[in-house]
T-cell receptor, first 114, second 113 residues
């Protein structure tokens, strides 16, 4: 079975550029989560969706970050404009409706902003 | 609010010895507790969970964890460590009825041959 698919795996960009990270959750999963991982702060929940609807975006750092889930099989996390402090690994995870909470993670997108 | 503490940045253990990775939690309500493992340049993989019932739960790769309500702890254990167990381990918590999962900072496990 295909797992959670994230793209790109690596992105290097310059400060001020727009960055779009993409995620395809596991088919049939109804919840989708975006996390950011850094050495200093560990894993931070940015936003999560239930049935394509954003439920909690309190972890989104600021207005430069936005996330969408136009359908059950696709989500994007956009940073505009990007800054060096946004450099991190961004993970997408999904979870099925019947789950007691375990998450299925993608391989992550490593973002470097110069 | 919910939170997880992993007091050790790194745990070193000799191959074949038992290992323990510590985790304590704080929640308002009944906790659902999880352990995940992360290998270098990979995503997190689910190891085991406690929802209710027996305080000792068993998971993948021979790992187990013990839920202790009075100490609000959920330590990860394995009777005999393997070099291949070397990785980053995360404890996580959510409150029943809510989907937000909060992770600890992670503990690096180093198994020495």
């Amino acid at each position: 079975d295909a797992g959670v698919i994230q793209s790109p795996r690596h992105e290097v960009t310059e400060m001020g550029q727009e960055v779009t990270l993409r995620c395809k959750p596991i088919s049939g999963h109804n919840s989708l989560f975006w996390y950011r991982q850094t050495m200093m702060r560990g894993l931070e929940l940015l936003i999560y969706f239930n049935n394509n609807v954003p439920i909690d975006d309190s972890g989104m750092p600021e207005d430069r970050f936005s996330a969408k889930m136009p359908n059950a099989s696709f989500s994007t996390l956009k940073i505009q404009p990007s800054e060096p402090r946004d450099s991190a690994v961004y993970f997408c995870a999904s979870s099925p409706r019947t789950s007691t909470g375990e998450l299925f993670f993608g391989e992550g997108s490593r973002l470097t902003v110069l | 609010a919910q939170s997880v503490a992993q007091p050790e940045d790194q745990v070193n253990v000799a191959e074949g010895n038992p290992l323990t990775v510590k985790c304590t939690y704080s929640v308002s309500g009944n906790p659902y507790l999880f352990w995940y493992v992360q290998y270098p340049n990979r995503g997190l993989q689910f190891l085991l969970k406690y929802i209710t019932g027996d305080n000792l739960v068993k998971g993948s790769y021979g790992f187990e964890a013990e839920f202790n309500k009075s100490q609000t702890s959920f330590h990860l254990k394995k009777p005999s460590a393997l070099v291949s167990d070397s990785a980053l381990y995360f404890c996580a918590v959510r409150v029943g009825g809510y989907q937000k999962v909060t992770f600890g900072i992670g503990t690096k496990l180093q198994v020495i041959p």
